[in-house]
């Protein structure tokens, strides 16, 4: 499987998906960070997390993936919903509660 | 080091903007956009027009950009 395929296998196949620098443990960026806080503010204790500092290939697959040359970045049901910027906008307004509704009691 | 200026500059000679702001300190940076090119596009679709205008800079010399992207009629609405 080359490198597309299995990004595609890991967001198809997990309902939520982070890709950050680090662990939800201990992320290695200020943005990840963010990003796995804004996550569990919206409820979400259950996510599928990928460290992109283990896997260099993943490191540079996943910007062209979704054409986002940045990390963090959020996948909910396999659609890219965007990096730490859009997550907090999104959170704001509450439109990211309302996406992982239903999503996470699924897994 | 990258300069503030220089990307509100790389960013401005790839997308007409109305309204254009970068702070930062050569490692992360801030950018308001405000641009009649986002009517009708998603967040992700701006921030992507935002990177392409910017290109390969964004992968070599840019770490970080927090962005902020809104048409004339969001960004009136909001100040």
């Known amino acids: ?107 | 080091m990258v300069r503030p200026e220089d990307i509100q500059a790389y960013i401005a000679q790839g997308l007409a903007c109305e309204q254009l702001q970068v702070a930062g300190d050569g490692h992360h940076f801030e950018a308001l956009i405000v641009s009649g090119a986002f009517a009708g596009k998603s967040r992700v679709q701006r921030h992507q027009m935002v990177y392409a205008a910017l290109g390969d800079r964004m992968r070599e010399e840019i770490h970080a950009l927090s962005m902020k992207t809104l048409t004339p009629e969001e960004f009136a609405a909001q100040s």
């Open chain 1, 1 to 107: 499987m080359d490198v597309q395929e299995r990004i595609r296998a890991t967001v198809t196949g997990n309902p939520v998906v982070l890709y950050m620098k680090g662990t939800p443990q201990f992320p290695q960026c200020g943005f990840s960070a963010t990003a796995v806080q804004i996550l569990k503010a919206c409820g979400v204790s259950k996510f599928a997390s990928v460290n992109v500092l283990e896997d260099m290939e993943v490191r540079d697959g996943i910007k062209q993936y979704a054409n986002w040359p940045t990390i963090p970045q959020l996948y909910i049901n396999g659609e890219f919903v965007g990096g730490c910027d859009i997550m907090r906008e999104m959170y704001q307004s509450g439109e990211l509660q309302k996406s992982l509704e239903g999503v996470t009691s699924a897994s």
